[in-house]
């Protein structure tokens, strides 16, 4: 239960990240604009990035709140599992886009920077994402194993 909470402490930090990284856009791009010029919002990537990492926001608050309902009620409740769930099918489904983009960037473009991004970032956003959903497995069969015992009794 230790690491349980520890991890729920780092998982509230970067929900935090993303909450600042959100407001910064939304209360400050006009700022931004001024200091960069309006020519950075007209490319793709800007965007691209920015709702890559909107998706990925949501996964994290979706594994903080079960990270948080594992805590208050236990790790093998279903509510947990399910929020972890969905976290991970988010990082997956992020990671896969992100892998595709930077595949057609290294093909269509021959981006060098492409392809080391695809080699650290992107793999390692899949690999999280399996692992978070390796995790809700775990716990979705640790539910059976506890209503078996509970029959049992």
């Known amino acids: 239960m230790k ?3 520890i991890l729920f402490a780092i998982s509230i930090l970067t929900s935090i990240y993303c ?4 407001i910064f856009l939304a209360f400050f791009f006009e700022e931004m604009k001024t ?3 309006n020519g950075f919002t007209s490319d793709d990537s800007f965007w691209f990035d920015r709702s890559i990492g909107f998706v990925n926001s949501i996964g994290v608050f979706s594994i903080t709140l ?6 208050k009620t236990g790790p093998y409740e279903k509510k947990a599992s399910t929020f972890i769930y969905i ?3 988010l990082f997956i489904l992020s990671s896969l886009i992100l892998i595709c983009y930077d595949l057609i960037s290294v093909i269509h473009l021959s981006n060098p920077y492409s392809f080391a991004n695809l080699m650290t ?3 390692m956003l899949l690999v999280l994402g399996i692992g978070t959903i390796f995790t809700a497995d775990v716990l979705k069969k640790g539910i059976v ?9």
């Open 66 to 71: 079960g990270l948080w309902n594992a805590i």
């Open 121 to 123: 970032t992107d793999f």
């Open 145 to 153: 194993l506890k209503q078996d015992n509970d029959l049992t009794i």
């Open 3 to 5: 690491i349980l909470k």
């Open 35 to 37: 200091l960069l010029g």
């Open 19 to 22: 909450i600042a990284d959100l």
């Open 87 to 89: 976290g991970g099918i």
